[in-house]
């Protein structure tokens, strides 16, 4: 079992409202290893970094996309920073993993400033650029298919993708 796409991107990057329209288009199910990662620790990703620490969220990440790249044959939604573990950059080869660009302005506008975002907490627009711009690499290295969403509607996006994994 393999997942039809693994979406990957920044926070704002759509892959949840992509995911889900993309999952209704392909008529499979749709999975989110954030919400994987929620259900398993009892308690939202902020919490988990609060109470527990980025390294405690991380494992349950790695362990999340594990699991759901065995067992989940649909559209698969990966947490932003799920792509820094090496493990995981090596269990995505040969899955078809399409990367959700956004450029910073869209990304701040969709996460919003005020985001319960624990890895945005001080100041949130440099503190997501940052991330933004270590994670490209990684992003692009992964994807076999790069949809841009800056001014796109998600439809748009979903009817891109759709082409790119169908030719």
Do not use: W
């Not at 627009?125 to 969403?149: C, N």
């Amino acid at each position: 079992m393999s997942p039809r796409v693994v979406l990957v991107g920044a926070p704002g990057a759509g892959k949840s409202t992509v995911g889900r329209l993309l999952a209704g288009r392909l008529r499979v199910a749709f999975r989110d290893t954030d919400a994987d990662v929620e259900a398993t620790a009892g308690k939202p990703v902020g919490d988990i970094f609060v109470e527990d620490g980025e390294e405690r969220f991380r494992e349950l990440e790695a362990q999340a996309v594990r699991q759901a790249l065995a067992e989940h044959d649909g559209v698969l939604s990966l947490g932003g920073g799920a792509v820094l573990a090496e493990a995981t950059r090596e269990l995505l080869a040969g899955h078809p993993v399409v990367y959700l660009e956004v450029g910073l302005s869209q990304a701040v506008q969709r996460v919003g400033l005020a985001s319960a975002r624990p890895l945005l907490v001080l100041n949130p627009r440099s503190q997501l650029k940052k991330l933004m711009d270590a994670r490209r690499p990684i992003y692009e290295g992964l994807a076999t298919l790069t949809v841009a969403t800056d001014e796109r509607d998600p439809d748009e996006v979903v009817e891109e993708i759709v082409k790119g994994i169908e030719s």
